[in-house]
């Protein structure tokens, strides 16, 4: 799932930068695109370190409480 997340969130972004550059283009100031990939990165990360500390976590309660009479 944050695999997911994370290609719909670069999609979004890519399109809104596209945007941006396109509008600049029309106001004749050309610029580089740049994306901040270690900001990036590190978010995406710690969503992923997020989703299985709490996967793991949901499973063990789930499989504690249905062992237990």
Not at 42 to 64: D, F, M
């Amino acid at each position: 799932m944050v695999a997911v997340g994370a290609v719909l969130g670069a999609l979004v972004a890519v399109l809104e930068l596209t945007g941006r550059w396109a509008a600049l283009g029309l106001l004749s100031v050309h610029t580089a695109t740049e994306l901040p990939w270690q900001a990036l990165g590190a978010t995406a990360g710690a969503c992923a370190v997020l989703a299985v500390v709490s996967s793991v976590t949901a499973t063990a309660h789930a499989l504690r409480t249905a062992a237990t009479p």
